[in-house]
């Protein structure tokens, strides 16, 4: 619709008609702006000329996201300190903004090629978001330059190549948050990130970065989510160095490496944000100019959060080498959310202490080597959703109850020894008779053989006392009794004790 033309515009200074169908004009008279947001509407093709009508030094905050803009030829407003146009389908080269830019996001477009180092000039940047484009090429090193300023710089679902500049953390900085998931990069981690003491989000998955596991980062006391999904790392998850490294930590992700040996429970030991009781608070990671967002697997699902609640934990090392047996510490991680560890070569049985996870909404162990019965314990569990205990090596009975009752075979399926729903094996009573046999052979049985001995044990003594005559009276027939009852070693003793 048109925009009517009874309002003072010459007056204005904020103008706020987000969350509209607008797709008409705006007058000419709206110089003196100082805030304009048009962001969700249908405003479709170039930026439309009235908007430049803006005054170039007053305009400081521009939001025109979630629009079908396609083109933007320049970038006029000399003091601009908020310009978001990400949610278009811009195309084209990445354009630079003004010096005085602090936020700058244009992701979810269509733009493409190198980021220029022009970029490095914008000292006052605090947030670069160039998410979800196709921008490729080498990542500007000379990014480092901003590090007194950058707190987010966010670049994932890219095509951008080669290593993570190290002089990008060159310099002690205020980096809050580092996304670069869904790249190209390769090589080591830089360990100049142990710069980045104030780090909170730290997403790499999705490239070719390789390496052991980095331990130094548990160095950094406010991180809180740690994504290395789908990457080159290997070897073991090493034991900590730090005394509580990664309190803070709520989101582990490692899926999807070549991780071996067993799995890290003195990292387990220390995740102390797991551990605290959920709050009904609903706060969410980030600040007011930015959303921390990342991709997570749920439920079996690759889901963009696209803002993280601080209760949210989860911990995700499935699609590794990890073997060993499951801790039964995880039981005390009572606030996680979901726990994965499919398609590694843990051995053992389920710890029941999982059952103390009150919180959990989805378990996934299949494709392991498990044993053993499934813990009447895990019923307990009244938020679980999702149960994956596939492909193993479990039996006995599967437990029912609760949220048991709401889930499917597939939940078991490749376990030839469960029996019970869903399933359509039923439950011989084998393992039941056989440990009814076991209570009545000792209340019955097990009284019949007390009779045998006692009266053998009346007998016993006049034949014993007999026997044992002969045999402490003569050699021979004492080794013809040991012979009889225990073989060589009662020999043995026999020959030392008669010299």
């Known amino acids: 619709m048109a925009i009517q033309q009874r309002i003072p515009w ?46 170039t030094d007053s305009l400081y905050y521009l939001n025109l996201s979630h629009n079908f803009l396609t083109n933007i030829d320049r970038i006029p407003w000399k003091n601009l300190q908020y310009l978001d146009l990400g949610s278009n389908i811009l195309h084209g080269h990445l354009p630079i903004p003004p010096p005085s830019i602090e936020v700058f996001s244009i992701s979810h477009n269509q733009l493409i090629g190198e980021v220029p180092s022009l970029i490095c000039n914008l000292s006052s940047l605090k947030v670069l978001d160039l998410a979800n484009n196709s921008l490729s090429g080498k990542f500007p090193p000379c990014m480092g330059n901003l ?59 999705n490239n070719q970065i390789n390496g052991t596991f ?32 990664f309190k803070k930590l709520r989101i582990l992700d490692l899926a999807d490496n070549e991780f071996s040996g067993k799995l890290p429970t003195k990292y387990f030991e220390s995740l102390m944000a797991m551990m605290e009781a959920n709050t009904t608070k609903l706060e969410y990671m980030g600040e007011d100019y930015y959303q921390d967002s990342v991709l997570v697997e749920m439920k079996g699902i690759l889901i963009e959060l696209v803002k993280i609640q601080t209760i949210f934990t989860t911990i995700d090392l499935s699609k590794n080498n990890f073997e060993g047996e499951i801790p039964k ?19 053992g049985s389920i710890p029941p202490s999982l059952g103390n996870l009150s919180s959990l909404e989805w378990l996934d162990l299949s494709s392991n080597q498990l044993v053993g019965r499934i813990p009447q314990q895990l019923t307990d569990i009244t938020f679980l959703e999702v149960l994956n205990l596939s492909n193993n090596s479990l039996d006995g009975p599967i437990p029912s109850g609760k949220q048991f009752d709401t889930f499917e075979n597939t939940s078991y399926s490749g376990n030839l020894g469960l029996c019970g729903l869903p399933l359509t094996k039923t439950c011989s ?23 045998i001995i006692v009266i053998g044990y009346g007998c016993g003594v006049v034949v014993g006392i007999s026997i044992g005559y002969m045999v402490l009276s003569d050699r021979r027939i004492a080794l013809f009794f040991m012979k009889k009852l225990g073989g060589e070693r009662w020999i043995r003793r026999i020959r030392r004790w008669k010299g």
């Open 10 to 55: 010459k007056n204005l200074q904020l103008l706020d008609l987000s969350s509209n169908f607008l797709d008409g004009h705006l007058p000419p008279g709206i110089g003196n702006l100082q805030y304009l947001s048009l962001s969700h509407n249908q405003i479709r093709g170039n930026i439309p000329k009235w908007i430049w009508n803006a005054d």
């Open 147 to 205: 590090s007194g300023n950058l707190s987010v710089l966010d670049l994932r679902m890219n095509k951008f190549q080669g290593t993570i500049p190290t002089k990008l953390f060159a310099k002690e900085n205020i980096l809050r948050n580092l996304n670069l998931n869904g790249n190209e990069f390769e090589g080591s981690l830089p360990q100049s990130l142990l710069n980045c003491k104030k780090l909170e989000v730290l997403d790499i998955g």
């Open 214 to 245: 980095p331990y130094w980062l548990e160095s950094l006391p406010m991180l809180q989510v740690l994504i290395f999904r789908s990457n080159k790392f290997y070897g073991s998850v090493a034991s900590p160095m730090a005394r509580f490294p």
């Open 329 to 347: 510490l995880l039981g005390n991680l009572r606030s996680l959310k979901g726990l994965n560890f499919s398609h590694n070569k843990l051995t």
């Open 429 to 451: 009573n084998d393992v039941d008779e056989v440990q009814k046999e076991g209570d009545e052979y000792e209340q019955t049985n097990g009284f019949d053989i007390w009779k």
